[in-house]
């Protein structure tokens, strides 16, 4: 195995010569170039992450009235049926409830969501004839069902009056909303919506032969107006219909209803007419609640609000949307000034641009840091300000060349930026160091010689991060951006290092002081080096046996997708037992705002439960019932979480609810679409059969609560056949008579002072309160006479189930675990059949996120191979590579970092770089032994000690600028910067004692 003796390229030195023999316009050119970086800076749009679509849709099917059983068998199997034959289908989860099935589609990365979602709409209209005939037609929502809010408003009416609130809420400012730019929906809860009661005397309307249903239809028809052709005058032609409708409440009151009287002879019809208010007691009310929403900070009491919650369109920017509807919403709120009090009470866009305040921070103490160590290495002015030009120079490059390419200014990319802001002066210092120790004549030649090398060191790492821009899926759209900025800054810190520098070193020609006198550090490392190269086996026997004790923290590091953020926020839930009413719910909400608002650690809190039959979000839940309410609690920083968890779990005393604290809200996950990592599932079978599995399989794998066995019970009417068949009655018609009385029907809307009221019809509130009462209720038969319900029913208490899963339309059994799953869960949990609920696709690309680093070390191989022209010297310096992963680890369990996908980013950024210095102490070995013929020993030496104070000051710059990123723990990126520098500074050690050793071994002598 030899060294390539091949001297340098002319080409290069014509290039250099070129430009450094016009100083003037090539600075000019590098200054046009930072302030076009400049002027990208000042104009691009912010955002959070890249621009993506998660490729998600959901269909939302209601059929009320029917039990979450039926609902199963009549709506979402035939709705999935029809669905799987969706052309390029990945997963189809379904979620059975009473009155409504939740599909959710999902298709693999990079489809066109709008042509799937009109083939999706096709197939919704051929199935929705196979529905129950009441059935509304199925719905698509272009949405991700565990997509959180990005803003949260309470609207508090100034009065008190939540009627009001809620009617504005929900058709004006709802409507406003929606138009806003980036706004995907906007969903209303809390309060009450008024109506208009109908409540009937049912035994008055039997007596006259009516049922609720034919009120019912009279009402319908009443609010319809019917064409009635047209009438021709000479040349104007008007079309003719009824006029329906109701114009003020007393219009309702004398509306008429045709009966036909009882009478025991079939051939004689008595029909006549009833003024309704004969028979109905009509006037205001307000619906029964079904949500509510508090809201209260320390100092005052919780208030009652009604709920506004806004999510982005799918691909949205977070950021974009947030600045919308806040920059919309003071006009809004001055609309309705004496009405109503606007607040935005969550704003998630703030933990976004905390996030990049964050990173925008650690890039510039990153910057200050950097500069600092270069002042202390160079104890040069002049030096330092020409590396403290190319610094920032090289970063505004490189925004530059990202907003030409089309990449984004986010998280991903400024963090890419971070990365380089030690690594973009790397090339700048070996330029400098090469120059103090050359003629000032010779700069053209001195850059020349070292252009091979430089380009050699920086192609290594670019390499490195070239196969994230060929990943397909979540993962390369993630971290596109991130490479984009990596590459870019580099390339662009090679560039200024081969031009501006060498022109500002000849310009400014700075002068040492005096003879530099080495530090105590500097002769340790020199001793260290020459025990390495007289002891070597020694020496490498240490850093193996060294390295592997690092590694032995491996098997306890926390392994997660992505590191988890809480910023001072606290999510827990109080759930009530099933028979608690709902009213019951809000006194214990309002009870347990008080109570967390006298904690003195707690600033602010949030409660909210119930469902709106139009909130899709709520619906497609696996948790969420109406006995559980949901709280946000907003903690001072300063706050002791552990101590404040304590605290918190004694609050199961209010009700004898169950009190549970939830894992913290990540928002980048949120973002992503990927949902808990505690749900698990097992599918197969029929639901019954699924769930004693699952049962099982809890008892063995851990504590659990199995999200699908929730139950409740209800009463059920259960028709007498033969007695219904006596009275000439199907069930279908008792149970419609039944379910307008009890339930109450919608025939239409009345407008009143220009909004618009619903109508409610059912029996009078007396007739209903008890089950002696419903039971005492008449059904009027087809004669027209009536019996009681007790003589054509039983009724029956039943146990019936809250929610139903299916998972690739197979009925699926959903548990969740009390905490994250250890290894050995995991192992049992799969050999039981069971798997992540919600997979996400970060997960499923685990293998493709492996080939990467596979494909990542086999780029570098050809890169060293071709710079070499050797196959054994880049085996030999990628042997730094798995000392570097030791360190990383080592680094990682110190920081209390995670294995994650930031960190294994790091891992990555450290296999470029460990090589980095292999690479020039080759070339500066090369160098001096064309130059004086020294033996191999003597050139790897003076090498290795001549290398050493810019190996040094390299490694303590990028570790210097990334210390920051790592202690600020509320950077998810700490893991990153921590992997990094825990990494770098072992391979800088086995480059300064390993490396010489390795050229003496395999350099031979110049011809």
């Not at 064409?227 to 007393?250: D, Q, R, W």
Request: proline share 5%; charged share 20%; net charge neutral.
């Amino acid at each position: 195995m030899k060294w390539s003796n091949a001297g340098h390229s002319n080409s290069s030195m014509k290039i250099i010569k070129f430009i450094l023999a016009r100083p003037t316009g090539s600075l000019i050119i590098c200054m046009g170039l930072t302030l076009g970086g400049i002027w990208c800076t000042a104009t691009n749009e912010r955002d959070f992450l890249p621009d993506f679509t998660v490729p998600k849709l959901t269909v939302a099917a209601p059929c009320p009235g029917l039990p979450a059983a039926d609902i199963r068998e009549l709506v979402t199997i035939p709705l999935e049926n029809a669905l799987s034959s969706l052309s390029g289908l990945k997963r189809m989860g379904s979620i059975s409830r009473s009155g409504i099935s939740v599909i959710e589609i999902e298709y693999p990365w990079g489809t066109d969501i709008f042509t799937a979602g009109m083939e999706c709409r096709e197939l919704i209209d051929t199935a929705w004839g196979q529905l129950p005939s009441d059935a509304p037609k199925p719905r698509l929502v272009n949405t991700d069902p565990v997509d959180l809010p990005l803003l949260t408003i309470a609207v508090f009416p100034v009065n008190g009056d939540l009627t009001l609130a809620r009617r504005l809420a929900g058709r004006e400012i709802k409507s406003m909303l929606q138009r806003l730019e980036g706004v995907g929906s906007v969903s209303v809860s809390g309060g009450y919506e008024e109506e208009i009661r109908i409540e009937v005397d049912s035994a008055a309307a039997a007596a006259q032969g009516l049922s609720l249903i034919d009120i019912h239809d009279s009402l319908a028809s009443a609010y319809i107006e019917f064409p009635a052709g047209s009438i021709t005058n000479g040349i104007i032609e008007m079309s003719v219909k009824t006029k329906a409708g109701a114009e003020k409440l007393a219009d309702i009151a004398e509306l008429y209803i045709n009966s036909r009287e009882f009478s025991f002879d079939p051939t004689e019809d008595k029909i006549s007419s009833r003024k309704l208010k004969e028979i109905a007691l009509i006037g205001y009310g307000k619906q029964e609640q079904s949500s509510f929403f508090f809201t209260g900070k320390k100092g005052s009491p919780p208030r009652e609000a009604v709920m506004i919650e806004i999510r982005r369109i799918a691909g949205a920017s977070p950021a974009g949307t947030a600045d919308a509807v806040k920059k919309a919403l003071p006009e809004i709120a001055r609309g309705f000034g004496k009405d109503l009090e606007i607040i935005i009470t969550d704003d998630r866009s703030i933990e976004l641009d905390r996030a990049l305040k964050y990173l925008i921070m650690t890039l510039i103490y990153g910057c200050l840091f950097a500069f600092i160590i270069i002042l202390m290495f160079m104890r040069n002015l002049k030096k330092a300000a020409i590396l403290l030009a190319v610094l920032p120079a090289s970063l505004l490059c490189s925004i530059l060349f990202m907003t030409l390419s089309g990449a984004g200014f986010n998280l991903m990319s400024l963090c890419g930026l971070t990365l380089g802001v030690g690594m973009v002066v790397d090339n700048a210092i070996i330029v400098i160091e090469r120059l103090d120790r050359s003629r000032s004549s010779r700069i053209a030649e001195t850059v020349s010689e070292l252009a091979p090398s430089l380009f050699g060191s920086t192609a290594t790492t670019v390499l490195v991060f070239t196969p994230l821009l060929f990943m397909k899926g979540l993962a390369g759209v993630l971290f596109s951006d991130l490479s984009l900025s990596v590459i870019y800054s580099l390339s662009s810190s090679l560039l200024l290092s081969l031009t501006a520098v060498p022109i500002l070193y000849q310009k400014i020609k700075p002068v040492e002081t005096g003879a530099r006198k080495d530090s105590g550090m500097y002769r340790f490392i020199r001793k260290a080096l020459r025990f390495s190269l007289r002891k070597p086996f020694w020496t490498a026997a240490l850093i193996i046996i060294v390295c592997a004790v690092f590694m032995i923290p491996a098997g306890d590091l926390p392994v997660e997708l992505i590191p988890q953020n809480t910023y001072g926020k606290i999510n827990c839930t109080f759930t009530l037992p099933p028979d608690k009413s709902f009213n019951t719910v809000k006194e214990c909400a309002l009870k347990l705002s008080t109570v967390l608002l006298a904690f003195p650690e707690i600033e602010t809190v949030e409660l909210k439960a119930g469902e709106e039959p139009d909130n899709i979000y709520h619906l497609a839940s696996a948790v969420a019932t109406n006995r559980r309410i949901s709280i946000q609690i907003s903690t001072d920083p300063t706050t002791d979480s552990q101590k404040l968890y304590t605290e918190l779990t004694n609050l199961e005393q209010i009700h004898s609810g169950e009190f549970r604290l939830l894992e913290p809200e990540n928002i980048i996950e949120s973002l992503l679409g990927i949902s808990s990592r505690r749900d698990w599932m097992i599918s197969g079978g029929t639901p019954a059969e699924v769930e004693a599995a699952a049962g099982k399989l809890i008892e063995t794998a851990g504590p659990a609560i199995l999200l699908s066995g929730a139950k409740q019970t209800v009463l059920r009417l259960y028709p007498d056949r033969k007695a219904a068949a006596a009275a000439q009655m199907s069930p279908g018609s008792i149970g419609r008579q039944i379910a307008v009385q009890i339930s109450g029907s919608t025939p239409g809307r009345l407008n009143l002072g220009g909004r618009e009221i619903r109508l409610r019809l059912r029996a009078a509130e007396e007739l209903r309160k008890t089950i002696d009462d419903i039971m005492a209720l008449p059904v009027i038969r087809d004669d027209c006479g009536s019996i009681r319900l007790d003589s054509l029913t039983e009724i029956k208490k039943v146990s019936e189930s809250l929610r139903l899963f299916r998972e690739d339309r197979l009925d699926a059994a959903v548990f969740r675990l009390e905490n994250e799953a250890s290894r050995q869960q995991i192992k049992l949990l799969n050999q039981a059949g069971a798997r992540p609920y919600r997979t996400s696709s970060l997960k499923e690309q685990r293998s493709g996120i492996y080939a990467m680093f596979i494909l990542a070390a086999a780029f570098l191989y050809l890169c060293l191979g071709v710079q070499f022209e050797s196959f054994g010297i880049p085996l030999l310096l990628m042997l730094c590579i798995p000392p570097s992963v030791a360190g990383t680890v080592l680094f990682l369990r110190l920081t209390g970092e995670s294995i994650n996908l930031y960190s294994c980013l790091g891992c990555m950024v450290v296999m470029g770089i460990s090589v980095n210095n292999g690479i020039l102490l080759i070339e500066e070995s090369r160098r001096r032994i064309r130059r004086s013929a020294s033996s191999a020993a003597g050139s790897a030496y003076l090498a290795a000690a001549s290398r050493l104070r810019p190996i040094m000051m390299t490694y303590a710059t990028t570790a210097a600028a990334l210390i920051p990123l790592a202690v600020m723990k509320e950077s998810s990126q700490a893991s990153l910067a921590a992997a990094i520098i825990g990494g770098l500074s072992v391979s800088t050690i086995i480059s300064i004692l390993i490396l010489p050793w390795i050229i003496i071994r395999n350099q031979t002598s110049p011809e």
